[in-house]
């Protein structure tokens, strides 16, 4: 919490040194935490799952693999219960960050009911007639490029 003042401009004098501005800058940047530090837990899930997006799949029903973001290793979360089986202590009324970021992949993809694999969103296409797939059914490239599906 910081009371807001008018912005105030400090000339520096001719005399300082390039070694003193410098020594200034590190302090200051040692004295401030590192902005991840002030993301919200829900925020980080959402970045972790940005940043490793093509590692967090679906090993089993309800059961996502996602990647520890302080070192290596995985964690087996589940969606169903929202349970993690990580170290973070998350409060009641916050969600793990990893649940989040499996919540995040799960509603950014879809399965293709061609070869069941998983793909963006964007890369899906939506069946409006066919004879093999149903009405609604999603369709890699790949899938609907073999098949007779109509899309939207
Ligand atoms: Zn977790
Ligand atoms: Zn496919």
Redesign the pocket.
């Known amino acids: 919490m910081s009371k807001e003042t008018a912005p105030q401009e400090f000339p520096l004098p001719e005399a300082r040194t390039t070694e003193s501005l410098e020594a200034t800058v590190i302090e200051k940047s040692l004295a401030q935490p590192a902005p991840p530090a002030k993301l919200t837990r829900f925020e980080r899930g959402i970045a972790l799952a940005q940043e490793h997006f093509e590692e967090i799949t679906r090993g089993a029903p309800w059961i996502w693999s996602?990647p520890s973001c302080s070192g290596p290793g995985v964690?087996a979360?589940n969606l169903k219960t929202g349970e993690?089986?990580?170290?973070?202590r998350?409060p009641e009324d916050e969600t793990?960050?990893?649940?989040t970021a499996a919540r995040y992949v799960k509603a950014k993809t879809g399965l293709c009911a061609g070869c069941g694999f998983r793909f963006r969103h964007r890369d899906l296409v939506e069946v409006q007639e066919s004879l093999t797939y149903f009405e609604g059914d999603l369709l890699c490239p790949e899938c609907w490029g073999g098949s007779d599906a109509v899309v939207l």
């Open positions: 996602v964690h979360v993690c089986p990580c170290e973070d998350t793990d960050k990893h649940v």
